[in-house]
């Protein structure tokens, strides 16, 4: 963690940095490819908590500025040009492994479940409502939003397993 944002942060421009004496090091296009890579990890970073830091946020960008010697121009320019990149891409990695003490569905007393998998981005009063025990939307409406809510062809579908109660997959997919 960065510690206590409040807490004055002095710039480290002779802190050894992998293997070399100080950032002097260092020729202005490799720091300058540098900076612009650690403001746009920065900006772009994966789980980031929503709204309400951008004090912490301004002042971890001041730091980063002061510590790479940048004028307020040259780095308002170099994030503005990162905040227009790209976002980088990013990847889920789940394993289906099993279920228990299924509902039987079939005449027999038994089920051929599967599973169906997907990420989708949902406004979040709709992922809220769907979600919660008193949901006004009626159980199989519910299944039918999260279905819905995912194209086709973005969602994984495990192995049927016919038969059973208690299916195990044992199935790793990449979303």
Known sequence: MMGDMNQAMEPVSDVPVR???????????ELDLLY????YTFVHRVGKPPGGRSREES??????QDVFAKDTEEHRL???????????ATFLK?????????????????????????VAVVEEQQDEDVHRGDSPLPRRRQKAV???SIPEDQIKRTEVKIQTLNPIWNETFQL
Not at 78 to 88: D, H
């Open 19 to 29: 293997g070399h004496s100080s950032m002097s090091q260092f020729s202005k296009e």
């Open 146 to 148: 999260v279905k819905d």
């Open 94 to 118: 789940v394993m289906v492994k099993e279920a228990k003490g299924l509902l039987a569905k079939d005449a027999t007393g038994f089920s051929d479940p599967y599973c169906l998998l997907g």
């Open 59 to 64: 002042q971890l960008l001041q730091y980063l």
């Open 36 to 39: 612009e890579e650690v403001l």
């Open 78 to 88: 170099v994030l503005n040009r990162v905040r227009q990149l790209k976002w980088p």
